[in-house]
Every structure is written in structure tokens, then in C-alpha cells.
């Protein structure tokens, strides 16, 4: 059987095969990208709350975040919102948060959520490194169950109704994230 595909394969002429191949990395990509998000919580459905305590917001960081009231994100504010949960001490979330930056924000709110962390100035150490100049949020453990979040980085892109339109975990590319957030 193998043999007949070979044998199958090589007749193929140069373009039809790097299509063929192109094809077969695309869907091995796609069943990687599945696998990964297979936790995370499904399209379509409402998005929990998201609560916590604002630690950055319009380039200004608290050095107290303790003394801030919590705030809950209103998905109304703008007609998507990329919520990007991460840790700090992870190092693809050192790689891809720089790149939120690059997002238009004309029709789309980001959040930096801020889970697994020891104290907020590890948090607020990472976003300055980071290059980061969005709005930051330290959230409990809860929210990270709640959200289903088991790797980092982890987003979801919610609409304005509050439902989630897109998820994934790892690394994602500006593009890759302005994709998902206009589509």
C-alpha cells in the first residue's frame, strides 16, 4: 500500500506536490491548533464575567493595586474584546505580548489578564519589559477557571453581546490576532 502511494506520489508534477504537501501541513497545523484549545471554552457561548483588579490602564501603572477598587470589564464598551490571559513567567507570553500593541483599537478593547503571578510588581516588571501599553488586570484563580485557562498565553475575542467568538492557546502572530479579531 505504501509502494502504490509513492509510486502515486512521484507521478505528481513539482507544484502538485508542494500543493499536496502544503494541504497536508495545513490540516496536521489545523489538528495542532484543535488539540491545544481543546479546553478552552467553546464559540458562540457567553463569556463569564471578567473581574479583577486594574493594575495598568491608559500608561498608568498602580504601584498599590491592592488599594484599587476591583473593576469588571463591560463588553459594550467597544464591538470586540481580546482577552489575553497570561503569566508571568511565561516566556512565549514575554515573545507575543509586544504584539497586542500592534492591533488597531478603533473597534477593539484589549485586556491583559494577569493569572499565576506572585505579586503584582512581577506583574507590572513584565509589562514594562514587555513594551505592552494596554490595560492590565491581576485576576484571582477563579477567574482562570472559570475562563478554562490552562496554558499560556490563552485568548478569547468576545463581541459586544458578550458572547465568545474566537479562542486559542500558544503563541499568535499580529496577524494571526487581527485575523481573528475582525473576522
Known amino acids: 500500500m505504501w509502494s502504490a502511494w509513492q509510486s502515486r506520489y512521484q507521478r505528481l508534477s513539482r507544484w502538485q506536490r508542494g500543493l499536496l504537501e502544503a494541504v497536508m501541513m ?15 471554552l467553546p464559540s458562540a457561548q457567553p463569556a463569564p464575567s ?13 504601584n498599590l493595586p491592592d488599594s484599587r477598587p476591583p473593576v469588571t470589564i463591560d463588553w459594550q464598551q467597544q464591538p470586540r474584546t481580546l ?7 511565561c516566556g512565549v507570553c514575554r515573545v507575543s505580548m509586544p504584539g497586542l500593541n500592534s492591533l488597531p483599537r478603533d473597534n477593539l478593547q484589549v485586556i491583559a489578564v494577569a493569572l ?6 512581577e506583574v507590572q516588571q513584565m509589562v514594562q519589559e514587555t513594551g505592552f501599553d494596554g490595560t492590565v488586570m491581576l485576576a484571582s484563580h477563579e ?4 475562563w478554562q485557562i490552562r496554558g499560556y498565553p490563552s485568548y478569547y475575542v468576545v463581541d459586544n453581546q458578550g458572547l465568545i467568538l474566537h479562542q486559542d492557546t500558544g503563541l499568535s502572530t499580529p496577524p494571526g490576532l487581527w485575523l481573528r479579531t475582525h473576522l
Open 26 to 40: 495545513l490540516a496536521l497545523f489545523s489538528a495542532v491548533l484543535a488539540w491545544n484549545g481543546r479546553h478552552l
Open 83 to 89: 482577552v489575553y490571559f497570561f503569566a508571568p513567567w
Open 116 to 121: 499565576d503571578w506572585q505579586s503584582a510588581e
Open 50 to 62: 471578567l473581574g479583577g483588579t486594574l493594575l495598568v490602564s491608559k500608561h498608568t501603572i498602580s
Open 143 to 146: 477567574i482562570g477557571q472559570q
